[in-house]
């Protein structure tokens, strides 16, 4: 019996890590496959000598020297056909392996996928869901700490008049501390993705570039692919003799690689980048005066858009950018969209669970927890399985969401708090207008999902 080690890295995304888990485990008799779950995001030498191949889902991983085979998938490709990237993961074993998994599934087309822990070159969204993935972090824990200096100090908490208090403390470590880093986080991780650890300098300065550029969370994102494409390419083109070729991965990769974006940033993308994110925002604050519904309604298609990625982040710098104003309406209206996804499928899970698996209606319950604190990736593993019907319900949820919000001005005015700021009058007026807001939105999304899927086999 062949041994597959599956090494699951999307730490930041417990519901997919858990649903991924459970497919491959439901799949693997049928190929007489023994899984071995690697219990961390990086398995041990024990765990690396028991496996005869390894399949990676998520982030690329460094492997040592010798290790067993390796395909790298992302978590979709996994959700969405299991037995498919089981079998791609068994072919690497040979002929015996293949002919016994014949005819349960084809291979997926593993040419760029078989590296040595690195992801698909060709997949950018997997590159970037990891990026994201490790930003939440900052995201959250930022946010959480602002929202506590407001609640200690009022919406002044940064200003001069009050240094030296606990408020403006907590916003010297939340706003001017974890949210710096977020766009560097964002590039840095991107192009580790995408060219492993010597990717990591160049994507984390090309983001503290877009960043000081002005040009936000898509100069972050920009900053990442280039770091990311242009490291790789070196590192397949930079060759020393063999007693010096350890000097590349920690010398030569990222100096290259940090000069050539840097300079790139500065002279070719920031200035571009920083004017398209400057345009949206004055656009977007226009139509907050001309017509209140319908930026609502916007701003919840974005947050709804991509479930997290460049669409979700910019409505939300665009929220928080404006909080430093006291206009507190668009960073309510993304907040409470970002929240309805997630949500919404949890309570269309309860409600009409014919339409679901049984690994669907247990990841559901967890997905609630992910919606009320804000974290709509919680609802990418429904919509990776089903996109066409799963996401129009999402959108629309989202939209009536925003745009309710900004109509009826409720404000929350905190870069993230979500459920956990509504006891707070300082910080949020009319909270049982936002839950309400909420509520409706996620009872159109369950409603848009019992019509348009259909019954689980």
Same mark, same amino acid.
């Given at each position: 019996?062949?041994?597959?080690?599956?090494?699951?890295?999307?730490?930041?995304?417990?519901?997919?890590?858990?649903?991924?888990?459970?497919?491959?485990?439901?799949?693997?008799?049928?190929?007489?496959?023994?899984?071995?779950?690697?219990?961390?995001?990086?398995?041990?030498?024990?765990?690396?000598?028991?496996?005869?191949?390894?399949?990676?889902?998520?982030?690329?991983?460094?492997?040592?020297?010798?290790?067993?085979?390796?395909?790298?998938?992302?978590?979709?490709?996994?959700?969405?056909?299991?037995?498919?990237?089981?079998?791609?993961?068994?072919?690497?074993?040979?002929?015996?392996?293949?002919?016994?998994?014949?005819?349960?599934?084809?291979?997926?087309?593993?040419?760029?996928?078989?590296?040595?822990?690195?992801?698909?070159?060709?997949?950018?969204?997997?590159?970037?869901?990891?990026?994201?993935?490790?930003?939440?972090?900052?995201?959250?824990?930022?946010?959480?700490?602002?929202?506590?200096?407001?609640?200690?100090?009022?919406?002044?908490?940064?200003?001069?008049?009050?240094?030296?208090?606990?408020?403006?403390?907590?916003?010297?470590?939340?706003?001017?501390?974890?949210?710096?880093?977020?766009?560097?986080?964002?590039?840095?991780?991107?192009?580790?993705?995408?060219?492993?650890?010597?990717?990591?300098?160049?994507?984390?300065?090309?983001?503290?570039?877009?960043?000081?550029?002005?040009?936000?969370?898509?100069?972050?994102?920009?900053?990442?692919?280039?770091?990311?494409?242009?490291?790789?390419?070196?590192?397949?083109?930079?060759?020393?003799?063999?007693?010096?070729?350890?000097?590349?991965?920690?010398?030569?990769?990222?100096?290259?690689?940090?000069?050539?974006?840097?300079?790139?940033?500065?002279?070719?993308?920031?200035?571009?980048?920083?004017?398209?994110?400057?345009?949206?925002?004055?656009?977007?604050?226009?139509?907050?005066?001309?017509?209140?519904?319908?930026?609502?309604?916007?701003?919840?298609?974005?947050?709804?858009?991509?479930?997290?990625?460049?669409?979700?982040?910019?409505?939300?710098?665009?929220?928080?950018?404006?909080? $430093?104003?006291?206009?507190? /309406?668009?960073? =309510?209206? %993304? +907040? @409470?969209?970002?929240?309805?996804? *997630?949500? #919404?499928?949890?309570?269309?899970?309860?409600?009409?669970?014919?339409?679901?698996?049984?690994?669907?209606?247990?990841?559901?319950?967890?997905?609630?927890?992910?919606?009320?604190?804000?974290?709509?990736?919680?609802?990418?593993?429904?919509?990776?399985?089903?996109?066409?019907?799963?996401?129009?319900?999402?959108?629309? $949820?989202?939209?009536?969401? /925003?745009?309710? =919000?900004? %109509? +009826? @001005?409720?404000?929350?005015?905190? *870069?993230? #708090?979500?459920?956990?700021?509504?006891?707070?009058?300082?910080?949020?007026?009319?909270?049982?207008?936002?839950?309400?807001?909420?509520?409706?939105?996620?009872?159109?999304?369950?409603?848009?999902?019992?019509?348009?899927?259909?019954?689980?086999?």
């Amino acid at each position: 019996m062949a041994h597959v080690l599956v090494v699951i890295r999307c730490q930041a995304q417990p519901v997919i890590s858990e649903l991924v888990a459970d497919v491959l485990r439901r799949a693997a008799p049928d190929f007489e496959a023994k899984l071995l779950i690697a219990q961390s995001a990086t398995p041990s030498v024990n765990e690396l000598v028991d496996a005869d191949a390894i399949l990676v889902v998520g982030a690329a991983l460094d492997l040592p020297a010798g290790s067993p085979p390796t395909l790298c998938l992302a978590p979709e490709t996994i959700l969405t056909d299991p037995s498919r990237a089981l079998v791609s993961a068994m072919a690497l074993l040979g002929d015996k392996v293949r002919d016994m998994a014949n005819g349960l599934a084809e291979p997926l087309d593993t040419e760029n996928n078989t590296r040595n822990g690195s992801a698909d070159l060709a997949d950018p969204y997997h590159h970037l869901l990891t990026g994201v993935s490790f930003m939440l972090p900052f995201v959250v824990a930022g946010g959480l700490i602002v929202a506590l200096a407001f609640c200690l100090e009022g919406l002044s908490a940064g200003e001069a008049s009050h240094r030296g208090t606990l408020g403006w403390s907590l916003i010297q470590i939340g706003g001017k501390g974890a949210f710096v880093l977020m766009v560097p986080v964002l590039a840095g991780y991107i192009a580790y993705s995408l060219a492993g650890r010597p990717g990591i300098a160049p994507g984390m300065v090309g983001g503290m570039i877009a960043a000081n550029m002005a040009a936000s969370f898509l100069g972050g994102i920009v900053a990442g692919f280039i770091a990311g494409y242009g490291t790789a390419w070196l590192a397949r083109r930079l060759h020393l003799p063999r007693h010096l070729q350890g000097l590349i991965p920690i010398v030569l990769l990222p100096f290259l690689g940090t000069l050539a974006t840097g300079l790139i940033m500065v002279y070719v993308i920031g200035a571009p980048v920083a004017f398209i994110m400057e345009t949206t925002a004055h656009w977007l604050t226009g139509m907050q005066s001309a017509s209140a519904l319908l930026l609502g309604s916007l701003i919840g298609l974005m947050t709804a858009f991509d479930l997290g990625g460049p669409m979700n982040k910019t409505a939300y710098a665009f929220g928080t950018t404006l909080i $430093g104003t006291n206009v507190c /309406g668009p960073i =309510t209206a %993304a +907040m @409470a969209a970002g929240m309805t996804p *997630p949500l #919404g499928v949890s309570l269309a899970t309860w409600w009409f669970g014919d339409r679901f698996s049984e690994e669907e209606r247990h990841a559901g319950k967890a997905t609630a927890i992910l919606g009320m604190a804000f974290m709509t990736e919680g609802a990418i593993p429904f919509a990776a399985r089903d996109p066409l019907r799963v996401m129009p319900a999402l959108m629309a $949820g989202s939209a009536l969401t /925003g745009a309710l =919000t900004m %109509a +009826m @001005a409720s404000a929350q005015c905190v *870069p993230h #708090g979500e459920v956990f700021t509504l006891p707070f009058k300082q910080l949020v007026s009319q909270p049982l207008m936002f839950a309400a807001n909420v509520a409706l939105g996620c009872i159109l999304t369950a409603l848009m999902l019992r019509a348009l899927k259909r019954k689980a086999s």
